[in-house]
């Protein structure tokens, strides 16, 4: 695992209550990374990694999600509308859990969603509350992952799942170039820490949890950052973002520096779908 101590959970915060009219704008609906076939539209490969998370969960009908870092709910509002999934949505950011009401009501799901603003660190939920536990590419943004993990796992149902996309710390390249890089993305993009794909693994086996399928979807999604760059260099937003504060900047100024950490190796994109056992180990 990689850390970055200078990460403050007010600044991700505040990133998200600010930049989220600029990922709509720029990104659409989905704050998360697209998954590419060929040279689709980016929201086609956006909904995409949503749609093949869902596969790969095997959500079924009716479901009780918690959605992790929901974002604009655009993950919450698909599962709801699709699979009529009964969806709980957490955000750190109070703009954005309203932004999330108000598109689940636009979408006629209000009924089945509840947006609410806490931190994913601190809140809690009765135990078997949830069959799935959902999270797109907000563990990075957690500054104790193995005991969010083991609380999380409490909230799920027996035979429950955690379906969890994440940016991870390279598991090959290891010198000292590639973790520059890796501090580096955490620096710009308020990850305290990222761990690799075997420290997932690990946190979910500690958590009881047995992992049923992992997927390297790095060279499917890192073209993500390519068109970023694009369109922040096309659109003026730096201009705006030096108006609004540093960490903007930053933010956009290490969009070329995830790229390359992709395909340098030095990062990689992972997908976890782990399962609570059907009956609790005695010993655990
Ligand atoms: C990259 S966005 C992903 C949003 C959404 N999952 C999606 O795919 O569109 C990260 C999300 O994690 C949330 N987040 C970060 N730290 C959090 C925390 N400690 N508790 C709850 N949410 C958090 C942010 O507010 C934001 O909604």
Redesign the pocket.
Known sequence: MISCPTVR?DE??SH?NLATPFYRLLWG????HGLWEAQEAAPIAAQRL?ETLAQEAGIRHGERVL??????G??SIHLARTFECDVTG????PF?RRWAACAARWHGVAGRTHFQC????QVDFPANSFDVLW????TE??FDKPAFFRRAAQWLRPGGRMAICAWLAGSKTHDAASTKQVYDVCEGFLCPSLGAADDYRQWFEQAGLTVERSHDWTSRVWRTWALCDERVKRSGVRWLARLLDRNQVLFLDRFETILKAYQSGAMEYGCFIARKPEQADPTA
Request: aromatic share 4%.
């Open positions: 959970k991700i915060r998200y609906r989905h704050i998360h949503t959605d992790v870092g929901c974002g604009m655009g993950s957490v955000t750190l950011s954005q806490d931190d994913a660190e999270s797109v590419e907000c943004h957690l």
